[in-house]
């Protein structure tokens, strides 16, 4: 297994849609492994493939920490195939650090994906596993979780994150130019 690094936005391979998997072979099998040792060391629930910068249609989930009967998943090419209700809550995303916006999401979807041997599985899902299946699957779509909110929210959170980014930089800078003085 292989620590991947996470793209942060504004990177542009996170607005790409990543591509169905046809063959399911030790390729994927091992991206999803290095996929979901990167999704631990980022402490987070969910990790989709374009957020490593790879465009294959897989997702690792892990919403243990939250309800225990759950263990890690590894979904091949995932879709929603029901959904139903419409829940608010509050989320965030390894790929957009600091932000924490509410999004509003199915209630409950039956979600249909083939895991690391190639078979298909079909599963219901309701609360944080629900939640985590919609944002990663928007993900693979090349979408992010404040593509989910108004136009004038999107605006501040990317004027924010590039103004965060921008201090990041200038602070390092700041800090090289004392080194070497
Ligand atoms: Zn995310």
Partial sequence: MALRKILVWPDKRLEEKARPVVRVD????????????????????????????????VAVIDVSGADEKVPLIRAINPEIVESEGRVTHEEGCLSLPEVREEIARFEKIKVRYKDPEGNTVETAAHGLLARVFQHEIDHL???????RL?????????????????????????HELRAAE
């Fill in 150 to 174: 108004s136009a004038l929210k999107r605006g501040l959170i990317k004027r924010k994150l590039k103004k965060a980014k921008l201090n990041t930089r200038e602070d390092r800078e700041d």
């Fill in 26 to 57: 030790d390729r994927i099998r091992k991206l999803l492994d290095d996929m979901a040792e990167t999704m631990y060391a980022g402490e987070g629930v969910g990790l989709a493939a374009t957020q490593i910068g790879e465009p294959a249609r």
């Fill in 141 to 147: 779509d090349g979408k992010l979780l404040f593509d």
